[in-house]
């Protein structure tokens, strides 16, 4: 069954309209400045994700408690791992590393989440979650123990897509990493959206707004910017 986080998403889709998304790691955030951060997102802001590679314990939740006293813009959790998830969010990115071969992240983790989420009211969007070689040994790759995927290779990249929403995903995000030296090429966001009938974001590496643009030009329903505004 759909939430109501989910069909925004979907109807914002239908009229058109672009997602932007700011991507606020707890460890680099100082929730005591909450109200002058969230000053200086761009007005066309829609969502904020707040999750990290290695996040301290009990950061993420302080994170959340502190925009939710001064926004209104829907908090979804993009956790590294089943510590960061907290009940005061309004939905969950459940996360599964599609890119990656180390089952940990394909299930392990999703496993240790379910004793907060049973009786969560969390929104939980099933996402498809494709990491891209984006220059840099990304946070992700390194805590994961996976390798990237080269941009080279479009077609794996398509057809990784696919078993994602084959295997129900509800959404799939390609990611280049946090601090990546260039974002997912146009060309693979191009294919993905081609290819699969669910939405798409896009982040890593995305810190103008020509790539902004470029990204959305060539299909992203949505795009997450992060580093840029750390």
Same mark, same amino acid.
């Given at each position: ?21 700011? #991507?606020?790691?707890?460890? =680099? ?22 999750? *990290? ?18 926004? =209104? ?6 956790? *590294? ?15 599964? #590393?599609?890119? +990656?071969?180390?089952?940990?992240? #394909? ?20 996402? +498809?979650?494709?990491?891209?070689? +984006? ?34 995903? =509800? ?9 990546? =030296? ?20 896009? *982040? ?27």
């Amino acid at each position: 069954m759909e939430g109501i986080f989910y069909k925004s998403f979907l109807k914002r889709i239908d009229e058109k309209e672009k997602q932007l998304t700011i #991507l606020i790691d707890p460890d =680099k955030f100082n929730s005591s400045e909450a109200k002058s951060f969230l000053k200086k997102l761009p007005k066309k802001t829609t969502h904020l994700f707040v999750g *990290g590679s290695t996040v301290a314990n009990g950061e993420t939740e302080a994170t959340v408690q502190a925009l939710k006293a001064e926004t =209104k813009l829907p908090i979804f959790l993009f956790p *590294g791992d089943h510590s960061q998830i907290t009940p005061l969010a309004d939905a969950l990115l459940f996360l599964t #590393l599609l890119s +990656g071969r180390n089952a940990e992240y #394909l299930v392990g983790q999703q496993i240790k989440s379910i004793s907060k989420l049973k009786n969560s009211s969390l929104e939980i969007i099933s996402t +498809g979650y494709i990491l891209i070689n +984006g220059g840099n040994d990304s946070a992700v790759s390194k805590v994961t123990n996976t390798e990237p995927l080269p941009q080279e290779n479009i077609e794996n990249i398509v057809h990784t897509a696919l078993a994602g929403q084959f295997m129900g995903a =509800k959404l799939i995000y390609l990611e280049a990493g946090s601090g990546a =030296k260039f974002p997912v090429k146009p060309e693979i966001i191009s294919e993905v959206k081609k290819a699969i009938n669910i939405p798409l974001i896009v *982040g890593g590496g995305i810190k103008t707004e020509a790539q902004k643009n470029t990204a959305y030009e060539a299909g992203g329903d949505m795009v997450v910017m992060g580093t840029a505004f750390e």
